[in-house]
């Protein structure tokens, strides 16, 4: 996180702005908490990181020294706490497709016909 934004944007695809947004939210909606053992900031890397690069949690558990069960604990903590907010986190377009995507032919399967 002290890198600079290109090393955040590439641990987790996210600039530290928007993770910093991301806490807030979790912490001021008290979804999240920290414990005595991890902090919210290190429940949050841990969950982006998994899901943002795909790795599996064997993986994470040699980066952070945590068991894998620790690991799979908190980010199921945390996945919980970002679907109570996904009203405020995840903005609806309805039903409105883009015409680049509704026009191309690489997305067809996935719009029911």
Do not use: W
């Amino acid at each position: 996180m002290n890198r600079g934004d290109r090393h955040c944007v590439e641990q987790i695809h996210m600039k530290p702005v928007v993770l910093y947004n991301l806490y807030d939210v979790l912490t001021s909606r008290d979804v999240l908490q920290s414990t005595q053992n991890v902090s919210i900031r290190e429940q949050v890397i841990v969950f982006l990181q998994i899901i943002s690069r795909n790795q599996r949690f064997y993986f994470i558990n040699d980066i952070y020294y945590k068991s894998v069960e620790t690991i799979y604990r908190y980010f199921k903590i945390v996945l919980k706490a970002v679907l109570k907010l996904y009203k405020r986190l995840i903005k609806d377009l309805g039903d409105t497709v883009p015409t680049e995507i509704m026009n191309n032919h690489r997305f067809y399967f996935y719009f029911k016909v």
